[in-house]
Structure formats: structure tokens, C-alpha cells
């Protein structure tokens, strides 16, 4: 069975700083990488995704992510945040077509 | 509207009580997915049905738990005889095959006195 870690619970930020979110994963097949936002009182929503091909992916908001197999990871990052980033960001895996299992999550704070 | 629809969006309720939670998904998502959210702990996968198969109900918790989605469209969790470690954020979500992005609502958020 697949899991995922997000080796960081809380990170704090200063406006227009750079930022990465590390996410691991453990599979002994391939898998499907996910990074789920969830924004203050709202439901959460598709990042971005890594199906197949190019191990670098884009998503919304200026964030991307990175898929290195040799690690398992699948981190995430943004050259340089707002005070809109603010928000809760779970990375996901999936072995197959349908069942993900999502990290604990990590904590962005975005300070001025 | 065009999201997912969850109601009640807050519930409390006595230890020992049952409560139901609805879901209704967006319309044309054939995948349906139920997820629970506690403080800290990330999102446990519940149960997810797909179409007319058969659900997946491997991430249900115990038996006090069940689900059943109606007409391949709403569906309802209910939970019997709540108790205290029940309470959490009950997820929904829904999909367009098997795609990988899933449509969350907003939850609902269900506290056990």
C-alpha cells in the first residue's frame, strides 16, 4: 500500500520569498503524484498533477512541482508567494485509477 | 450550483446518537468519494463508489459506518451510535472517471458531545 509524508507540519514565510513543500511517498509500483490547496474555509482543490511524462509539472498560481522516482518525492514549490498562498496544501499519491492517499498536511503562512 | 454539496455543514451531536450526512455530487461525476479529515492527521480515505459497481468500502472505520449513494448521484454517510473520536470533517468528493482530480466540498463538520 502506498503512504505519503510531508516532512513539514507549519512554514512560515515572508511575502515574495520563495518556498518549497517536501512530500514523500513510499510504493512498490508506479504511481500517480498529486498536490491538493485547501485556502481558509473552503474545500480543497487540484494543484497540480504528475500522470506520466515530464517529471517537471505546473499547476495554478505560479507553483510547480518536481518528480524524482530515484527519491520518491514529489516536492513543491513557488519562486515567490503572496499573502494569498496562505493556506493548508496536502500532497496525495494513488497506485492505481482512483484511490488516493493523502499527507498530513502542511501549513503555509505567508507574513508581509 | 456547480460544486459539490454537502449538508449539514456543522452538526453536533450526544455520544450514542446517529447522524446522517449528505452528499451531492457534481452532476455528471460518476466517481464518488468519502474522506475524513482530523486535526493534524490528513485526509483518511472512507469509501468510493464508482457507477454501478460495487463500492469500495475498505477505509471504513468500523461497522457503525456505512454509506450508500442513491441513483448513481447522492449519497449519504451515516454514522450509528456516534462517539467522541467520530468527530472530524466529513469529506465528499466527486470525479469524472477516474482522473485523479477529485471535486471537494466544503465538508461537514460533525462534533460528538
Known amino acids: 500500500a502506498q503512504s505519503v509524508t510531508q516532512l513539514d507540519s507549519q512554514v512560515p514565510v515572508f511575502e515574495e520569498a520563495p518556498v518549497e513543500l517536501r512530500c514523500n511517498y513510499s510504493?512498490?509500483?508506479?504511481?500517480?503524484l498529486f498536490w491538493y490547496v485547501q485556502y481558509p474555509n473552503q474545500g480543497l482543490q487540484l494543484l497540480l498533477k504528475?500522470?506520466?511524462?515530464?517529471?517537471l509539472v505546473k499547476g495554478i498560481n505560479g507553483f510547480e512541482a518536481e518528480f524524482n522516482k530515484s527519491q520518491t518525492s514529489f516536492h513543491l514549490r513557488k519562486p515567490s508567494v503572496h499573502i494569498s498562498d496562505t493556506a493548508e496544501y496536502f500532497c496525495a499519491v494513488s497506485e492505481n485509477d482512483y484511490k488516493l492517499s493523502f499527507g498530513a498536511g502542511t501549513t503555509v503562512t505567508v507574513r508581509a | 450550483g456547480a460544486g459539490v454539496s454537502q449538508s449539514p455543514s456543522n452538526k453536533v451531536t450526544e455520544k450514542g446518537k446517529d447522524v446522517e450526512l449528505r452528499c451531492d455530487p457534481i452532476?455528471?461525476?460518476?466517481?464518488l468519494y468519502w474522506y475524513r479529515q482530523s486535526l493534524g492527521q490528513g485526509l483518511e480515505f472512507l469509501i468510493y463508489f464508482q457507477g454501478n459497481s460495487a463500492p469500495d468500502k475498505s477505509g471504513l472505520p468500523s461497522d457503525r459506518f456505512s454509506a450508500e449513494r442513491t441513483g448513481g448521484s447522492v449519497s449519504t454517510l451515516t454514522i450509528q451510535r456516534t462517539q467522541q473520536e467520530d468527530s472530524a470533517v466529513y469529506l465528499c468528493?466527486?470525479?469524472?472517471?477516474?482522473?485523479?482530480?477529485?471535486?471537494f466540498g466544503e465538508g461537514s463538520r460533525l462534533t460528538v458531545l
Open positions: 504528475y500522470l506520466s511524462g515530464s517529471t
Open positions: 452532476s455528471g461525476h460518476t466517481a
Open positions: 468528493a466527486s470525479s469524472q472517471m477516474n482522473t485523479g482530480e477529485l471535486f
Open positions: 510504493s512498490s509500483v508506479s504511481v500517480y
